[in-house]
């Protein structure tokens, strides 16, 4: 394969190409909520209050949380309410991947609503070339509590087996749908101690349904310890098995859960031993990914910029199509537009996880956005300085 030197230029501070599609009145709005949840202790009362409130059915809490924090990071309350933001994404060159944002249920009645939600969004997604995959958590399809007993090997009940047996029984579905009509499916990584049941019906599912091409794709996620060699040996086993791997790569999102966990039962943390371990393990899984991206479906799943201009890079230095359908950057509806917009403006492929649903079902979602994304971690102070240099930049401050 021919290999250039010259990849294309990226600016990730380039303000303009960044916001191009949000109006004055919208980029002003999402700095004053970047403003707000920069300030770590209104986000945890505000987190708390606002679960209390939700419990309660307070009606005015709802279109609150509706008109700000949720109107920032969904698309929307129905599929036909997302289409709006779907449309205005793939007007920069964005694509949709299209998330259900109900999570931790607890009936077999719930779990079904799930699946027919992402059966639902298939269809969708398979009529607009905008939406190429939808995403879905097996906590939303099976209890965690079966998870995490099978996981641990403990005697499983008639009624577990027939628990387990429905689930696969919906992810089959899910993946058969989405095979069928060209879709793909990220299935979400979630705690170290149910993560290997949900591996293994993961692999079941690729090895069906990644036959010929990537369909459902797994999630690594980098701040593990173990995840780089697990990379490896799934990529491995997908080789001897003969399918495709299909490899989201994320840093993680249950850090402080893992640890403390492992801390109060006395096992060695699953946690990478610091920032610098996680992010050179993420950037190897890129180049293992890159090396072997006939048989890899890869997405970069991050809103690090050191990650996204690494692939972006090696994709122009390989002499690969910055479009490679094998070859995808994806970040959070609402964050990290700088990387998204400009990555998109350069020709390569990009996509916005776009969550939607219930007021009422995506607070975990939207807590979870405001609490991991505090001024703990500095992102809202990333994001806050960018829409405030595009505010000067459109002579807006003084509006």
Known sequence: ??????????????????????????????????????????????????????????????????????????????????????????????????????????????????????????????????????????????????????????????????????????????????????????????????????????????????????????????????????LIDSFNTAQKDGFMLGAKLVRGAYMEKERNRAEEKGYESPIQPSKEATDDAFNTAIRFCIDNFENIGLCNATHNAESSMLLAKLIAQKGIQPDHPHLNFCQLYGMSDHITFNLANAGYNVAKYVPYGAVREVIPYLIRRAQENSSVTGDMSREYELISEEITRRGLEND
């Open 1 to 230: 394969m021919a290999e250039t030197k010259n990849p294309p230029i990226i600016d990730f501070a380039n303000t303009q190409i960044a916001f191009s599609n949000k109006s004055d009145e919208e980029l002003k709005k999402a700095s004053w909520l970047f403003a707000t949840m920069n300030q770590n202790w209104l986000v945890q009362v505000g987190s708390k209050l606002g679960l209390a409130a939700i419990k309660l059915r307070l009606p005015f809490v709802e279109t609150i949380v509706k008109n700000t924090i949720f109107d920032q990071f969904c698309g929307g309350t129905t599929l036909l309410e997302t289409e709006k933001t779907i449309n205005n994404l793939y007007k920069s060159q964005a694509q949709t991947i299209l998330d259900y944002g109900a999570e931790a249920k607890e009936t077999e009645q719930d779990f079904n609503q799930t699946m027919n939600e992402n059966m639902r969004a298939i269809d969708f997604a398979a009529a607009n070339e905008s939406t190429p995959v939808i995403s879905t958590k097996i906590t939303g399809l099976t209890s965690f509590d079966l998870l995490e007993k099978i996981q641990a090997s403990s005697t499983l009940s008639r009624e577990d087996v027939r628990a387990y047996r429905n689930l696969l029984k919906r992810l089959d579905s899910i993946c058969h749908r989405a095979s069928d009509k060209g879709v793909g499916v990220f299935i979400d990584a979630e705690e170290s101690w149910i993560q290997d049941t949900i591996d293994h019906v993961v692999y079941l599912m690729m090895k069906r349904y990644n036959k010929e091409k990537v369909v459902v794709y797994n999630t690594f996620q980098m701040y593990r310890h173990d995840r780089l060699q697990f």
